[in-house]
């Protein structure tokens, strides 16, 4: 009795009839998946110079029927009776969201990417998602996924579904490179040249980076806290001289480009423009996400060794703390991401002070509160830290909800909105690109009032301190520029958009005297290049912290520095 899998199973005939082999389910889920699954990378492969032509579209189509036998020769490897459904039903839920994404925001899905998804918090996904996700996930999961469960499947001996899938593997195979052997000359151009582009066949591509990405962390084992500038201690102040108080403003996605002190042409720093800022245009971010650029920009160590080696050490944090200083880490956005661990830290909106409640519409009733927010009650909070260490001399640190995207018009009041008409949804490409610009702007404009205010609060400061206000953004931000949105790009390939910041300083008479900085130098360097690098040195020398790992050549203001 050939193919008996079972006695108690009806006639092999009666069984057999109308049902499928899982093999038909898998290749015709590869070439779904294929062609539809990753319709933005074919519409962007299809729009680009490289392409252009007749020859450049046949390439795209084989191009195409080269990702479609790759992917049939993954899912034949799955072509179990038990196991294929469940399986092809992963990969669909997989790629249909990707391809929203993808489509929408123009992102390229690496580690770093998936990083930063598991890092957001749930009121920053909610940005993300919206009609056009729900579409996505119908038409390419949703649709297949009824006719792939209404399927029955043919019974098969395991050896003979074993030979069965083996040869659809070669197949596969054999195609795939068939294809890729009428225009090789292409395809090693595309792989050099438009790397970004493989990172775009989904869903083999979130596979990759989350693999990767587990691998990455199995390679590195965290390991002890490193102690990093053992030594740091307080500087003596000059006679007469009060402690400082250094104020880091964090942005968030704050692109040099658009702002006003920078030579933008629309009105976005109304209020920094009339106070004695300086504003420098040169600078460059560490990485291209939250998740790459903040660790970065507390670490000693700089980009070039930080990508590769960033170990498991103190944060700048850490060493004021040693060296005496009072410290705070004030959060208005998804946390510190282990950089404030060890120091005091408060989300901005806790703890809830009934004797200071926050001000009426700083607040929305899903949590998210407006950056001024963390202005509101800076006075109590410095009263709240130790004395002693106040007394030495304060460092606080306020992390800005900033320019967040793609929802940007929830990030600035309904009465600071210069930029009108704004976009006002989530879905930035069903906007015209100047609504999204102006949403945008809108955001910058708002950041600029609460430097203003912060700037004002210090002023009131001054009897008691010494202050000084800096202000650099994570990374910047693509709004439509080469079709790309948001951020996140792998470093080499992104765009100066995302990797050109704001940096702010605010150094008034009184702290430029007691740090011997000479005004004109600080006003000369507008154009210097500059980068996070300087960050940690910076924020160690204007709160008078002495270490041998300060670095006077990357402090921002150290070229400026007398004596
Ligand atoms: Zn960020």
């Known amino acids: 009795m050939p193919f ?71 899912f034949s490897l799955l072509a179990w009776r038990v196991a294929v459904k469940p399986l092809l039903t992963v990969m669909l839920l997989l790629t249909a969201p990707l391809a929203y994404f993808i489509g929408s925001y123009g992102v390229i899905i690496d580690s770093t990417m998936i990083t930063n998804a598991l890092q957001t918090d749930v009121r920053e996904t909610r940005d993300l998602l919206g009609w056009s996700l729900l579409v996505h996930v119908l038409v390419i999961a949703v649709l297949p996924l009824v006719w792939i469960w209404r399927q029955r499947l043919t019974e098969l001996r395991w050896y003979k579904r074993l030979g069965w899938n083996a040869a659809s593997v070669a197949m596969a195979l054999a195609l795939g490179v068939g294809l890729a052997a009428t225009r090789t000359a292409d395809l090693a151009s595309t792989l050099r040249n438009n790397k970004a582009l493989t990172k775009m066949v989904s869903p083999i591509n979130a596979i990759w980076a989350s693999a990767s990405l587990v691998a990455q962390k199995h390679k590195k084992p965290k390991g002890p806290l490193e102690v990093v500038a053992a030594d740091a201690v307080l500087t003596p102040r000059p006679a007469g001289s009060r402690p400082p108080l250094v104020l880091l403003v964090v942005g968030e996605t704050a692109r040099s480009e658009n702002f006003q002190l920078n030579g933008y042409d629309k009105p976005t720093n109304p209020e920094l423009s009339k106070r004695p800022v300086l504003s420098y245009r040169e600078v460059a971010s560490c990485g291209t996400s939250t998740a790459a650029s903040l660790p970065c920009m507390f670490s000693q160590l700089g980009r070039e060794v930080y990508v590769d080696h960033p170990g498991n050490q103190q944060t ?10 009072a410290v705070l880490w ?15 830290n408060a989300q901005a909106i806790n703890p809830a002070r009934a004797d200071h409640p926050i001000p009426a519409g700083l607040c929305r009733a899903d949590g998210e509160c407006l950056d001024e927010v963390m202005l509101h009650d800076l006075d109590a909070r410095i009263a709240a830290l130790d004395p002693q260490r106040v007394a030495r001399g304060v460092v606080l640190v306020l992390h800005q909800m900033g320019s967040h995207g793609p929802a940007y018009y929830l990030r600035t009041p309904d009465d600071r909105k210069p930029f009108q008409p704004e976009c006002r949804s989530n879905a930035l490409q069903q906007c015209p690109l100047e609504q999204v610009r102006n949403a945008y702007d809108n955001t910058i404009a708002y950041t600029d009032h609460v430097l203003a205010k912060a700037i004002d609060w210090l002023g009131t400061q001054q009897t008691r301190f010494d202050p000084s206000l800096l202000y650099v953004s994570d990374h910047g931000e693509s709004l439509g520029e080469n079709n790309l949105f948001l951020h996140g790009m792998p470093y080499a390939l992104a765009p100066k958009q995302q990797k050109h910041v704001p940096l702010i300083l605010w150094l008034p008479e009184q702290t430029r005297a007691t740090q011997q900085l000479d005004g004109e130098c600080l006003a000369k360097r507008r154009d210097t290049p500059m980068s996070h690098d300087g960050l940690y040195h910076t924020v160690l020398s204007l709160s008078g912290v002495q270490t041998s790992v300060y670095r006077k050549d990357w402090d921002w203001v150290g070229a400026c520095r007398k004596g």
């Open 316 to 325: 700048l944090m850490d060493v004021l703390q040693r060296a005496g200083l």
């Open 330 to 344: 004030l959060d208005n956005q998804s946390g510190c991401k282990g950089i404030c661990d060890r120091v005091p």
């Open 4 to 74: 008996s899998d079972s006695s108690t199973s009806p006639p092999r005939e009666a069984a057999s009839a109308g049902a499928r082999s899982p093999l038909t389910l898998t290749w015709l889920t590869a070439l779904w998946i294929g062609v539809l699954g990753n319709w933005p990378l074919w519409q962007r492969m299809w729009g680009m110079p490289d392409y252009a032509g007749a020859s450049g579209k046949v390439f795209v189509v084989v191009f195409a029927g080269i990702v479609v036998m790759v992917l049939a020769a993954v």
